[in-house]
């Protein structure tokens, strides 16, 4: 494994049913699920990313966070408070091969809780995920988020990085809701 960290923080490879990454996950539903239709909505539960061919990481503070003043903003609604201590969950992503070509794989559940973003946290996790396909033999990463604005940072995040749009891939189908990205490693 490849060992990446960014400050106050350690990203690894984890169990997706642990019990204390249930707020990341219950956050993670509630952003998807905010302003996207059930049947645009493609994100894999817990049980769904622990299964074999799943790269499941987590990003976890090894310090304290203070919690900006806006971070309120960013909320999607309903939201528990999370205390920012040291081995906090705050982030979480994943890739997933590819049936039909076990050399690529697409990312999955991509998400950075709110009251840590903008400190660039998503971005080292998107790296970290680049990183560990690249030393997994993987050549190309495919992923599928979000049209509406919700979703806009995290296609910015993607294009800056230098995924491309690209048609549907593996069993999904053109939806007004979704985008298609990828990028060849």
Request: charged share 20%; proline share 5%.
């Amino acid at each position: 494994r490849i060992a990446m960290s960014a400050p106050l923080t350690v990203i690894a490879q984890e169990s997706p049913l642990r019990e204390d990454l249930a707020l990341l996950m219950a956050r993670h539903h509630a952003a998807c699920t905010f302003d996207t239709p059930p049947e645009s909505c493609h994100r894999l539960n817990a049980e769904a990313l622990a299964v074999d061919g799943v790269a499941f990481n987590v990003m976890r503070l090894t310090g304290e966070l203070p919690v900006p003043k806006d971070a309120a903003s960013c909320k999607t609604g309903g939201e528990s408070e999370v205390e920012l201590k040291t081995g906090t969950a705050v982030g979480m992503g994943a890739w997933k091969r590819l049936h039909g070509a076990p050399d690529q794989a697409e990312i999955k559940s991509m998400h950075v809780l709110a009251e840590c973003r903008g400190r660039g946290l998503a971005q080292q996790l998107l790296l970290y995920l680049v990183a560990e396909a690249r030393a997994a033999g993987l050549t190309r990463l495919w992923l599928e988020t979000g049209r509406s604005d919700t979703f806009a940072a995290a296609r910015k995040l993607y294009a800056a990085h230098g995924f491309a749009l690209c048609e549907p891939f593996e069993g999904y189908k053109p939806d007004p809701n979704s985008v298609f990205m990828t990028l060849r490693l």
